[in-house]
């Protein structure tokens, strides 16, 4: 009644030494490392999905030029579209002194991939701040989508000035940019998500600015299984990201 037992467990040691060959560790290259990807979720588990990027400049006498956009979609939503809302506030009149400060370099900035953040400063009395937010909630219900601004077709750019500076946004197929140019050479500030990268870029050549880069993500999951019409339908908004370039 013993033998069965005796060769299983012959057989058992036979094969540990092909077992531990078949799972031994291999290193893989630095080509394979870089084609791995963490960042995708099962697209129909996204309830909504939403970005809002402000930039704002407010010089030395206290007035602010700006621009917030904001883009939300959800499962009625295919199409992903970018609203802009200019932030213009006026300042108390006082003369701004032409800034003196000068950086160099920095021409990689550009070129960068992956999530960018700077600050260089050659002024006195400054305040620069970058962040980004990525806030993602599961089982909650999507948000009222609050579509406000001047719509940012895909190709165009929209521009504003006043007396702090001149600002740009743009939507390419490289994606978004948003970028300010101070007067009296008080320095510019960038902010831009794209495919293959976020970068939040402020340089200050001037003094007494205060410079701000904030962006917000922002998921709703849900919980439960997707439908396939769900599905199909979040497929769809994905395509429409792709093709604003992200």
């Known amino acids: 009644m013993k033998t069965p037992i005796w060769l299983a467990a012959v057989c058992l040691a036979a094969s540990l030494p092909t077992q531990a060959q078949i799972f031994k560790p291999i290193e893989l290259s630095d080509q394979e490392l870089a084609s ?38 959800q499962q009625t939503t295919i199409q992903p579209q970018f609203y802009v809302s200019m932030i213009d506030e006026t300042g108390n009149g006082s003369t701004v002194t032409q800034g003196t ?28 701040y970058n962040n980004v937010n990525l806030n ?22 929209l521009t504003h000035a006043n007396g702090a500076g001149a600002l740009s946004i743009s939507s390419t197929g490289a994606g978004v940019q948003l970028n300010i140019v101070a007067n009296n050479n008080q320095g510019s500030i960038a902010q831009r998500l794209a495919q293959g990268g976020l970068m939040q870029n402020a340089t200050l050549l001037g003094g007494g600015n205060q410079v701000n880069n904030l962006m917000s993500i922002n998921v709703v999951l849900r919980d439960n299984l997707p439908s396939t019409s769900s599905l199909n339908g979040n497929l769809d908004q994905l395509k429409g990201l792709r093709a604003l370039g992200f």
Do not use: C, E, H
Request: proline fraction near 2%; avoid cysteine.
């Open 36 to 73: 791995l990807r963490g960042r995708y979720v099962m697209p129909g588990r996204i309830v909504s999905f939403g970005i809002v990027m402000t930039s704002t400049w407010q010089n030395a006498n206290g007035q602010v030029i700006g621009a917030t956009s904001s883009m939300q979609i």
């Open 101 to 128: 400060g000068t950086v160099s370099g920095g021409n990689g900035l550009n070129t960068t991939q992956g999530v960018t953040q700077v600050v260089r400063a050659a002024g006195d009395n400054n305040s620069a």
């Open 136 to 157: 993602v909630q599961k089982g909650g219900q999507a948000p009222q989508m609050n579509n406000q601004g001047q719509v940012l077709a895909a190709g165009s750019t």
